[in-house]
């Protein structure tokens, strides 16, 4: 069997505070938290990504991730709140099991997610949107998703 901590987390192995739970996904209080309220939502089933969560999920994870952003807004009233994951250590993920994160964010509160933006060149734009576009089309008609 894998060695997950959220896997753990969602038989009851291991212990957390969970916030709320529906039949795919669970939302439980992030143990080093960017504000106290930040939340993660987790499939419960285990899937290294957003790319593997399995398609009849994703309806219960998203309207968990919606129950408790509201929860959290409503509660804490910050200003202004981030839902976001990583996906692939590239992208900053240390937790190889699928979740996204939901944080309250305060004005002058400092977090950056220092972004150093490009330009488009001539036609750059077009070809990148037909080499995505190409495989939707070829996904969507394969049913792959
Ligand atoms: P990632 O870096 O994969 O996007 O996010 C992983 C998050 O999980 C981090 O914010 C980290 O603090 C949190 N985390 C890691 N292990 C545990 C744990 O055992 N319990 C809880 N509640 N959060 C955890
Ligand atoms: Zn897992």
Do not use: W
Request: with cysteine.
């Amino acid at each position: 069997m894998i060695h997950c901590e959220f896997c753990k987390i969602v038989r009851g192995n291991s212990s957390a505070e969970i916030l709320y739970d529906n039949l795919h996904a669970i939302a439980i209080l992030d143990i080093n938290p960017i504000h106290y309220g930040h939340i993660l939502v987790i499939p419960k089933t285990h899937c290294a990504t957003f790319l593997e969560v399995p398609e009849e999920e994703l309806s219960d994870l998203i309207c968990a991730t919606k129950i408790v952003s509201r929860a959290m807004v409503d509660s804490l009233n910050p200003p202004g709140f981030n839902i976001f994951s990583n996906n692939g250590r590239a992208a900053g993920q240390s937790v190889f099991h699928f979740h996204f994160h939901v944080t309250p964010r305060y004005d002058d509160d400092n977090i950056q997610f220092v972004l150093k933006l490009k330009k488009y060149g001539e036609g750059e734009m077009t070809n990148y949107g037909e080499r995505i576009r190409r495989h939707i089309n070829t996904n969507l008609d394969c049913s792959i998703l």
